[in-house]
Structure formats: structure tokens, C-alpha cells
């Protein structure tokens, strides 16, 4: 079989579903490349910084690894940006979606409220809330988005840092995302 018959879901069988879902199997097997193309775009993102927001992503994840987080963390702050082409208005929440499947609960929550909490360092500038993250204080993952963002984002724009390369990141990208590890059905509601 080449492509289904149906045209309507309700109509189609369990033979052609099963076609369906080796086809997303094998799909989901190029995960790791589309996400690594997709942190390359982040180089020609919007521009002000000294540094591009690949540099940044970069630099933020060269900082983790040197200082000893493990790999989850590593991955989420490397991937903590990748909403910044494609929701703008959201892009915390794009990006935790897109690690949800492969994160723990806690680091979900840290990447998805990052933008809240990253705001306490400029807010104040522009007429914001610079204390907004005050919302989450009950959170028990309140003090490692502080973290989170002190020391692996609000400081990575500089241009002078040794950051690794995309290169660097990329055998821990491929092995991170090779399979989901919190796909359970309650977790992805």
C-alpha cells in the first residue's frame, strides 16, 4: 500500500492504520535532524544582540555542561529558544511542548515558564513586570526556573564566551531524542 483509501478517519482500518503508524515510526526516526535544522535557523533570528539566538542557545548549553547539569537540562536549555521564529508571543511554550515527550515534569515547567521569569531581567525597561514570576512563587519548580534563567540564559549573550559548537552538542541531541521517555498518556494531557 502506497497511501490509505479513506478520506475521512472514521472510515479508515486497522490495516491501513498500522501502515500509517510504521510510516510515523520511521518519520519520527529523522526527529533529531529537523530539530538540529531548526536550531540552525535560530542563527538568522532576529537581530540587536551581539550574539545570534544560536550563539545564545549555545552558549547557555556550553555553561550547563561545564557546570555539571545532566543532559535534560543540557537539551532543554538548548532547545529553550526554538519557539523564537514560530511563536513569538509564546515561543517558552512552543519550545516545552516540543520537549515535553522527552523531559521531566520539572524541566517542562522550567522551559515553558521561562519567558515569565527571564522578564526580571529587563521588564522594568519597557513598562513590565519585572516580578511577574511572583505568579509561580508556590510552584515547587520556582527556584530552578530562577536558575534556570540566572544562569543559563539571561547571561549568554556574550560574544568573548568559549561556547562549544552545534557540532559539539549534536551525538547528545541524536541519543536524546532518539525515543520518547515520558510518553505515557497522563503526562501528555
Partial sequence: MEKVSFKSMENGT???YAF???LEDEFNLDLPKRLIASLRLLNSSFSGYQISRLEHSL???TRAHFAGEDLEIVIAILFHDIGDGLA???HSEMAAAILRPFVSEKT???VKHHGVFQMYYYAHHSGGDRNARELFINSPW???AIKF???YDQNCFDPNYETKPL???IPMINDFFSSPKFNEPEKLV
Avoid: K, M, R
Fill in 14 to 16: 486497522a490495516e491501513e
Fill in 20 to 22: 500509517l503508524n510504521d
Fill in 59 to 61: 552558549q547557555g548549553a
Fill in 88 to 90: 513569538p508571543y509564546s
Fill in 108 to 110: 517542562y515547567w522550567i
Fill in 142 to 144: 520556582y527556584q530552578d
Fill in 149 to 151: 534563567c540566572h544562569e
Fill in 167 to 169: 557540532d559539539f552538542f
